[in-house]
């Protein structure tokens, strides 16, 4: 991760300044590690990256501590690219479909996905005062990159999600930039993805604990052939109460020191989830959007309950049929047929619900504006919790 900052906060503590590069950032536990049981079987990494070609990269902005002063911090925020074909995903667009299970958020860019059935670009993620930001970095990335084509004709409609981080960000501050896009861009790598307190997770917030980015994947077989599917979640959603982990009421059992308790919207349930859904598995768009709406039930399986606050706002995308887009010729696509999807709606709701478990549990404690402080989710009283439901795996 990039630190554009003099210093920096972790675990709410002052630490001494840092730039880091994000793939020597160390690995953190994850939540198979700390024995929660998931159902499903994940790829290598168990992240969206096992999907081949796809690529993630962050630049999380950190810096400043105590009073707000608007346009100088303390910041805490960032921005997220998701490359559906890597290097090659702006000249190589890919069958896509959007759902909106509840619409109090933005994800630029679907409506056109919606008419044409395919994601052009990289899907990134932010806080929800820098979409527009961000979108129109997108478009000077690729005309820094060559575009418009030799035709001429060139435009854009990029696809930007965002969660607010207002509660720990100098979010009206605007601190996210074009260079920062631009940084999320050109790093994003296979492999390892860093969860938590990252990119456009930074500053958010999960069930009253600490939240931020989130990945899982898993693997299915259809009819002999095997196919990969990969969530990554922007998770910002949700009261302590409704918080369920592996079907335990963990929100109810770990009570203490909730966000926003002295909040006068304290009791409210708000917040919002951006789920991005990838697979490798040759599917249409109108059959992307069911897989799309699949992941309701794995934010459900967490306890979401959608409140009317809540942006929670997902897209799916498949890097099979590359060139599908390309004009000029009769193309041949393939597709598996309805009655194939079901393991790939399995799949979507497993790893959803893993991918927001696992934001939760490699976020940590952090201090933002006005010394608001949101703790991260206690790994050894989430298994002591586990244990007590015989839930915990050993």
Known sequence: MRFRSVTFLLAGFLAAPALCAQENSPAKPRARDLGVPFDGTPGQFNAITDV????????????????LIIGKGPVRTGVTAILPRGKNSMSDAVFAGWFSQNGNGEMTGTTWVEESGFLEGPVMITNTHSVGVVRDAVIQWRVKHGQPD?????????????????????????????????HAIDSAHGGRVEEGSVGGGTGMICNEFKGGIGTSSRMVKIDGAEYTLGVLVQCNYGTRSNLRIAGVPVGKEIPQDPAYAFAPFGEVERGSIIIVIATDAPL???????????????????????????????????????????SGKLLEVKMLTNDDLNPL????????????VNAMVAAETMTGIENHRVIALPHDELRAVLKKYNRLVE
């Open 284 to 326: 249409l768009p109108v059959q992307l959007k069911r897989l799309a709406r699949r992941a309701t039930l794995g934010l459900g399986r967490d306890g979401s309950i959608s409140g009317n606050g809540s942006g929670d706002i997902f897209i799916a995308f498949s890097t099979a049929n590359p060139g599908a887009e390309k």
């Open 150 to 182: 030799p035709t001429g004709y060139w435009w854009s409609l990029p696809v930007v999600a965002e969660t607010w981080d207002g509660w720990l960000n100098d979010i009206n501050g605007f601190h996210v930039k074009s260079e920062d896009v631009f």
């Open 345 to 356: 709606f399995a799949a979507t709701v497993e790893a959803t619900e893993e991918a927001i």
């Open 52 to 67: 081949p070609g796809v690529l993630v990269g962050h630049t999380t902005l950190i810096s400043g501590e105590g009073k």
